[in-house]
């Protein structure tokens, strides 16, 4: 895995290793906005969308059953200290890496600090499926270091953290309709699972599907046909397959949240992984790579 090449901007050189699926490089002006997103994401995470764990500070120590990495990492019980210390070092690294200074350091210790989140998170009898890709993009920024705004060098570094969380975000996929079906067999799409759904949290975009009774049952042959597909989303390789990508699966979450009021977030975040970026920041005129002027990250 090479870093960047002193190439003209967006233009990718040929190379032995640029035609394998997981090092086809991909520009660093990518990885640089997608790094803000996902960084700034963070605080909206911890304060809003995860807002819950910090109530495990109350909780009293005999119910924390940690997940396998906490049993083997040997995590400290989450005490009310604990919980706080983790919760402000988190968004505090996150808000500084985001700036693009000190991508490895910020960016490892953001990863773990997160990883400790969720295992306070998850440990308590719940543990959801929305955060694995989230996970991975978190764990592979910090693989690729510097990355400015308008860099539009290709980096093989830079494409394999992307492949891996397109992988990360196809199996989130795939998984699901595994479990489906071994925990709830063929039942999963033949009976009622939609609807009970919609009778515990239908809003008012979707209520009225539960006096069509042929129509819940085939959306859910349609998921779990969907999830199953899912390994075809590797075979994305345009810009433009890309766009269309991010769009369906964003628009797919957008409808379960307007039927049902669930949002996956984080795996929303690292859909956007899927974007070409660098076609917001590109300069005007082609320019080489080393003449980047935008705000970038600094080094290590």
Do not use: N
Request: glycine share 8%; hydrophobic share 55%.
């Amino acid at each position: 895995m090479s870093g960047p090449t002193s190439t003209p901007a967006g233009v990718v050189p040929a190379s032995p290793v640029s035609g394998r699926w997981w090092f086809r490089p991909v520009p660093l002006a990518r990885v640089a906005v997608f790094r803000v997103i996902a960084y700034l994401f963070i605080p909206v995470d911890v304060f809003l969308t995860t807002a819950w764990v910090r109530a495990h500070a109350d909780v009293p120590t005999a119910y924390y059953q940690p997940l396998v990495i906490g049993r083997l990492l040997h995590l400290p019980t989450p005490t009310s200290t604990v919980v706080l210390v983790v919760q402000w070092a988190l968004v505090v690294a996150a808000v500084a890496a985001a700036t693009g200074r000190a991508p490895r350091l910020l960016g490892t210790a953001v990863f773990l600090l997160d990883g400790e989140w969720m295992v306070i998170a998850m440990s308590y009898g719940k543990v959801d499926h929305d955060r694995i890709a989230f996970l991975v993009a978190l764990a592979m920024l910090p693989t690729i270091g510097r990355a400015r705004f308008r860099d539009r060098r290709p980096s093989e570094s830079a494409g394999f953290a992307m492949a891996a969380v397109l992988v990360a975000v196809m199996l989130t996929y795939f998984f699901a309709a595994w479990a489906k079906m071994r925990f709830g067999g063929w039942d999963w799409a033949t009976g009622s699972t939609l609807t009970r759904a919609l009778v515990r949290r239908g809003t008012g975009l979707s209520m009225w599907t539960l006096d069509v009774a042929w129509l819940l049952p085939l959306a859910q042959w349609v998921m779990l046909a969907f999830e199953f597909a899912s390994p075809l989303i590797l075979l994305v390789r345009s810009d433009r397959a890309r766009i269309g990508l991010a769009a369906f699966l964003l628009g797919f979450h957008v409808m379960v949240y307007a039927g049902v009021g669930i949002i996956f977030l984080p795996h929303c975040i690292a859909i956007l992984s899927i974007l070409p970026w660098e076609r917001l920041t590109a300069p005007s005129t082609p320019a080489l790579a080393g003449d980047s002027v935008a705000v970038g990250a600094a080094g290590d």
